[in-house]
């Protein structure tokens, strides 16, 4: 077994590397800095040792070692649960939520990273034995990149153009555009919702569009996503001063209302575009078979 130890370990080291690439912390500052990042580079760790140790067990016709992996997967299983839980409880402290969809997208793509680590460390490691270090450089490097690709998802600006709309009153109902989004009574707020506030239409691209933004889940991780990068003019018990997005029921467009702290109109559309089109959202109403099988 000595011959494996330096693909092994070649294997191990490209897997690692891998999943501190896909470690990103961004402006909403998930995973935290330092601890949470830790946790999941130990897990990562882990990943690529299983991934890499494999292809020398299976090589020497080491079956039983391979049920490692049934082991691995059950307990990767567990960091989606550990994500979901922590970020739940996280989220009744937050001004303006998460939401469910958006934290079971973070907790699904936790998981899912680790796999990739499986499967670099595999393949690495296999040509690293089968060639040589170099095509297992390269094969790392083509790994990197299809895990770098498919760690992207997709973004909203893919899926609707986006408008700046000021904020105006008709009486004490509040617009976007000519959508409802709320009534303001008191002379107050409607002054600091006018000096404050924010809005924005989302234009669906497609039929399909429309379906994905009408999710609630997807409106509220725009919320989220605005608030936690330009910060929120509200405090608890300020009901009036909550962001919302509200539907317009013939055309499908969304109107988006916040209240940042830093009004800058620009950033806020690139927030809005760069926000992540949750899996959980996405509707394909137009894929449909409409023949009977």
Do not use: W
């Not at 961004?26 to 990562?44: E, F, N, S």
């Not at 919702?193 to 991780?221: C, E, H, V, W």
């Not at 209302?257 to 137009?286: C, H, K, S, W, Y």
């Amino acid at each position: 077994m000595s011959e494996y130890v330096y693909p092994v370990l070649f294997g191990m080291a490209c897997g690692l590397f891998d999943r501190i690439l896909m470690l990103r912390t961004d402006y909403r500052q998930y995973p935290t800095y330092l601890h949470g990042k830790i946790i999941h580079v130990a897990l990562g760790f882990i990943a690529s040792a299983l991934g890499a140790v494999a292809v020398p067990a299976l090589m020497e016709e080491n079956i039983t070692a391979i049920t490692f992996l049934t082991v691995a997967a059950s307990q990767f299983r567990e960091v989606r649960n550990m994500e979901r839980n922590t970020l739940a409880q996280l989220d009744s402290y937050e001004l303006v939520t998460r939401g469910s969809t958006y934290i079971e997208g973070i907790a699904v793509a936790f998981e899912s990273r680790n796999y990739l680590v499986i499967f670099t460390a595999m393949i690495t490691t296999l040509v690293y034995i089968e060639f040589n270090i170099v095509v297992g450089l390269i094969a790392a490097l083509i790994c990197i990149l299809i895990s770098k690709k498919l760690m992207g998802g997709g973004k909203l600006k893919d899926i609707v153009d986006i408008e700046f709309i000021k904020p105006h009153f008709v009486n004490e109902g509040l617009y976007i555009d000519n959508i409802y989004i709320m009534n303001i009574g008191l002379p107050q707020r409607q002054e600091e919702i006018l000096k404050y506030g924010m809005g924005f239409i989302l234009k669906p691209k497609n039929f399909d569009a429309r379906s994905t933004i009408a999710n609630l889940g997807q409106r509220q991780a725009i919320l989220h996503d605005v608030a936690v990068a330009l910060g929120v003019y509200r405090d608890s018990g300020t009901p009036a001063l909550v962001p919302l997005a509200k539907r317009d029921l013939e055309d499908g467009r969304v109107a988006v209302f916040v209240l940042p702290q830093n009004r800058d109109i620009q950033r806020a559309l690139e927030i809005i575009g760069n926000t992540p089109t949750l899996e959980n959202a996405i509707r394909m109403p137009t894929e449909r078979n409409t023949k009977e099988g």
